[in-house]
């Protein structure tokens, strides 16, 4: 009886398989690190617009640029040209598609919201629409009651200038 020495083809098989799984996972891995990286990053440009806002006001005798707008290089809006001075690189969305709707991904401002609930309309907001993951930290909206808060009630994530 002659033995062969090599692989039959079920343990190579096997091998394949074993290699794909493992590959698989790390694909997994590998998305929702970048998920939470751009959220991550998101979360850092609200913060940058919210000090380019703070200057803004500073120089203005405590004012807000008093129009809503879109953020974000590539963008344009009169609130994009206020804070240009404050901040030279404006900060775009990692997974912009150009798209202007509320749907889309992106930064806006919004001049007054009413984050106290009281009707008053005085609170600057920015936000972002887009965030990936279910990190309850990302989803930090402090004016989600209801219609009447404007934009801020579609915000996954929200910053109240002060």
Request: a neutral charge; glycine letters at 6%; aromatic letters at 10%.
């Amino acid at each position: 009886m002659r033995h062969h020495k090599g692989i039959t083809l079920i343990e190579l098989m096997v091998a394949v398989l074993i290699v794909i799984l493992i590959a698989t996972i790390a694909m997994v891995s590998l998305k929702n690190s970048r998920a939470k990286a751009r959220d991550a990053k998101r979360v850092y440009d609200l913060s940058q617009y919210a000090k380019a806002l703070q200057l803004y006001a500073q120089e203005n005798d405590g004012t807000f640029p008093s129009n809503h707008g879109f953020l974000g290089s590539g963008r344009s809006s009169d609130v994009n040209d206020a804070l240009r001075k404050y901040l030279v690189n404006l900060p775009k969305d990692p997974r912009d598609d150009g798209g202007a709707t509320y749907q889309d991904y992106y930064y806006y401002y919004v001049a007054a919201n009413d984050c106290k609930g009281d009707g008053t309309y005085i609170v600057p907001t920015i936000h972002v629409q887009n965030i990936e993951t279910p990190n309850p930290d990302y989803h930090n909206n402090p004016c989600s009651d209801g219609s009447s808060q404007q934009y801020a009630d579609r915000a996954d994530y929200l910053l109240i200038i002060r």
